[in-house]
Nanobody, 117 residues
Framework: QVQLVESGGGLVQAGGSLRLSCAAS????????MGWYRQAPGKERERVAT????????YYADSVKGRFTISRDNAKNTVYLQMNSLKPEDTAIYYC??????????WGQGTQVTVSS
């Protein structure tokens, strides 16, 4: 099994910054990628940013390009999401995701990010 523990959410004013962290433990040896998804009230969950663990290739949703940065720390088995220039439309529950090499997904418990206008 894989365990994902998130931290770093909270309330911030528009234009502010937050940094999310997600530490992975357990059977992570067949990890393909890690990343962040979010779900706002009444909307479907969407992919925000992901990173391929082996080579660092990143993906960003168009809505966050230039504002969010995903990074990883191999030694700490942790992925980060630095969020700058936050907008009210970034308000959502952010979920950490780990995808294995056989396509299995693992999820964190979610962390609330609220951006006030």
């Amino acid at each position: 099994q894989v365990q994902l523990v998130e931290s770093g959410g909270g309330l911030v004013q528009a234009g502010g910054s937050l940094r999310l962290s997600c530490a992975a433990s357990g059977r992570t040896f067949n990890r393909y990628s890690m990343g962040w998804y979010r779900q706002a009230p009444g909307k479907e969950r969407e992919r925000v940013a992901t990173i391929i663990w082996s080579d660092g290739t990143t993906y960003y949703a168009d809505s966050v390009k230039g504002r969010f940065t995903i990074s990883r720390d191999n030694a700490k088995n942790t992925v980060y999401l630095q969020m700058n220039s936050l907008k009210p439309e970034d308000t959502a529950i952010y979920y950490c995701n780990l995808e294995s090499t056989i396509g299995r997904d693992y999820w964190g418990q979610g962390t609330q990010v609220t951006v006030s206008s």
